[in-house]
């Protein structure tokens, strides 16, 4: 790695590449590793807790050294990110016999495949699949600041206006994995403390509205942005932003990204930190989701259903109309108990569909997403059939659940039942939907009862029993012939090599097959890799109708679990209106309750009327008498 003091080809190519993500770990592809050298080595060794070595010297000093298998490199990954690391993937773009051929000094071609960072996972290995990683941006004009959030994982995009008092409640709600803010806003004095360690400070003119108008035109293919609602210029200049930055990372490719939605002032409560955190409404005092209202009430049985619900309890609803609407499902699967029971059960161990498709979308999937697509529309139409003739109340959900009967029957001919994780592992394409592959795997898997096959036939024609057909790594397939019948070997036998007590030989068709067979596993995965192409492609035709399908899974999976969950624990449907009256007639406290029933202890209800003529209360009682249970109870 050093040549009398000067930088070797090698060196330069990684100080190169380095310096264009001077922010990341660059992890370094060289054949079955990634190499981590320099600062990055000594940055990742003890994060990593792997041992931190030399290769080579470089300007008189020793080179540090670490690195990870490409095998395994997803473990190595998630404790980086988790740590608040960005990674580079810098991939070999080349086989290195390609770069020999120019030279014995010539470096394989190596360039930046992707940037991993806490906003933008897309792996199930790197992420909960019960929870949303949220990518925000937060951008500002002279008259007004805006939030804008995404995720990678399953293509929502939100936007909204913010009060500069209420951002700490917005950042709250949201939770993002990892916050985009100019660099003007990003100082000491920005107000952004409790998210400091999750701030990526991007350049000013990331966030300009201009930019970001015409970024948006561009990736959701409009003349104008009128049909998401009224955004303002720092909404767009945030949302501008978000997109860029995904843009960037995934180096040009875009996930399938639903249009953004603009999140109405005042639609939603708002929260701030501290009543959030003491009210536990997604995590408990200590962190964890356990113990907290979510692992309370949830009983759903999808990720992207428990998603859902925990935006929701993230974000209440503000109207009353609305909220009606999600009780009105929740009713008629309560009182619907083989509706609930059938629904809940198709849902039960389906697969991700906002994930697979995200994946599919960034050129990162394999054939099991794939084949999640095909599990997740089956189930959507085994329960469009079922909520058809269903209570009006679902009549929405089913609306939601696409038809798509050719993409079902495409994936369904081309995939076999449980195909492998990744496309070049092949294997994945069903026996006899393409008979050219069938033919070339038929090559690979049986050349040896082919050349078998041609022995014998060889064997007849000729009239020589002993001939034989045998392999070697000088000479490939031949056919070996005793001196005893040597009078006898066809004219089309071509002679290869002489030996005391046989001569060897070949034949134009023994030539033949011999390539064939030593091509064939090639050709039959590239035939396979061409058809995963193929139906990346339509399927990613039907992606918004995909996304939909995923949506209405989702809302089905809420409602039908809070149904199972009320039966359950006898919990009684509220009535909602738009005064300000507040009554309540023998509440419990949803978390108490359940962690008293795990030792045999009933809860006791109790009353709580803040109707306009009894607005204040004053609560007294002793120590361990139960009145921050009932402050709690009443505010969830």
Same mark, same amino acid.
Not at 286 to 300: I, Y
Not at 341 to 368: H, I, N, Q
Not at 595 to 602: S, V
């Given at each position: ?89 810098? @991939? ?91 660099? =003007? ?5 920005? /107000? ?19 930019? /970001? ?8 293919? !409009? ?51 501290? +009543? ?22 949830? =009983? ?34 309560? @009182? ?6 059938? !629904? ?45 003739? /269903? ?37 994945? !394409? ?13 090559? =690979? ?103 939909? +399908? ?16 009320? !039966? ?12 300000? /009256? ?5 509440? =419990? ?48």
């Amino acid at each position: 790695m050093s040549a009398g003091g000067q930088t070797t080809p090698m060196i330069a190519q990684f100080q190169a590449i380095k310096a264009e993500h001077a922010d990341c770990l660059l992890f370094f592809r060289m054949g079955d590793f990634y190499e981590l050298f320099f600062e990055d080595a000594q940055a990742a060794a003890p994060a990593l807790d792997i041992a931190l070595t030399r290769r080579g010297r470089h300007d008189g000093d020793d080179i540090p050294m670490c690195g990870v298998p490409v095998h395994s490199a997803e473990v190595y990954l998630e404790r980086l990110i988790r740590k608040g690391f960005k990674v580079a993937i810098c @991939e070999q773009m080349e086989d290195p016999k390609e770069a020999r051929r120019r030279g014995a000094k010539a470096v394989v071609a190596r360039d930046v495949v992707r940037v991993v960072t806490p906003g933008t996972l897309t792996e199930d290995t790197l992420l909960d699949a019960r929870a949303n990683n949220y990518l925000a941006a937060l951008a500002g004009t002279r008259q007004e600041i805006a939030l804008a959030w995404l995720d990678v994982s399953t293509g929502e995009v939100r936007a909204m206006p913010v009060e500069p008092a209420a951002l700490a409640a917005a950042l709250a709600r949201i939770d993002p994995g990892e916050l985009l803010v100019p660099e =003007r806003m990003a100082g000491p004095g920005c /107000g952004l403390g409790p998210w400091r360690d999750r701030l990526t400070p991007l350049p000013d003119p990331d966030f300009d509205s201009l930019a /970001g108008e015409r970024r948006l035109r561009a990736v959701y293919r !409009v003349g104008e942005l009128g049909g998401f609602g009224p955004l303002g210029r720092a909404e767009i200049g945030a949302l501008g932003a978000l997109l860029g930055y995904v843009e960037r990372t995934q180096r040009g490719r875009l996930p399938h990204l639903g249009p953004p939605r603009r999140v109405i002032p005042g639609s939603h409560l708002a929260i701030d930190p501290a +009543t959030r955190q003491n009210l536990e409404l997604i995590r408990s005092l200590g962190g964890e989701r356990r113990g907290s209202l979510l692992d309370a009430v949830d =009983r759903t049985v999808t990720g992207a259903g428990a998603r859902l619900l925990s935006g929701r309890i993230a974000a209440p609803l503000a109207d009353p109309a609305p909220i009606r609407q999600r009780l009105e499902a929740v009713s008629a699967l309560v @009182e619907d108990p083989g509706l609930r029971d059938e !629904v809940r059960d198709r849902l039960k161990g389906a697969p991700d569909l906002e994930r697979a498709l995200s994946r599919l979308s960034l050129g990162r999937a394999g054939p099991r997403d794939l084949a999640a697509i095909r599990s997740g529309l089956e189930r959507a139409r085994e329960l469009r059939v079922r909520l058809d003739d /269903g209570p009006p109340a679902l009549g929405g959900y089913a609306a939601g659940l696409a038809e798509l009967e050719e993409l079902i029957g495409t994936l369904g001919d081309a995939l076999v039942e449980s195909p492998p994780l990744l496309a070049q592992a092949g294997g994945f !394409v069903r026996t006899g939907h393409a008979p050219e592959l069938d033919r070339q795997q038929q090559l =690979r898997d049986h050349g040896r009862k082919l050349i078998v096959a041609l022995e014998r036939r060889l064997q007849q024609t000729a009239g020589i029993p002993s001939l034989k057909v045998r392999h070697n790594n000088l000479l490939g397939y031949y056919i070996e012939v005793t001196q005893t019948h040597r009078a006898k070997v066809p004219d089309d036998f071509i002679q290869r090599q002489s030996m005391a007590n046989a001569t060897r030989y070949s034949t134009v068709e023994l030539q033949d097959l011999e390539r064939q067979i030593g091509e064939a596993g090639e050709r039959a995965l590239a035939i396979e890799l061409g058809i995963f192409e193929r139906l990346v492609a339509r399927v990613l035709e039907e992606a918004a109708a995909i996304a939909r +399908t995923a949506g209405a899974h989702a809302r089905l999976d809420v409602a039908a679990g809070l149904a199972a969950l009320a !039966v359950e624990r006898r919990y009684a449907r509220p009535e909602i209106d738009d005064g300000d /009256g507040f009554e309540i007639e023998g509440g =419990r406290h949803p978390v108490v309750e359940q962690a008293l029933a795990r030792d045999g202890k009933p809860f006791i209800p109790n009353d709580a009327d803040l109707s306009p003529a009894r607005r204040l209360w004053l609560m007294t009682g002793p120590n361990m008498a139960g009145k921050s249970t009932f402050l709690r109870q009443n505010a969830l």
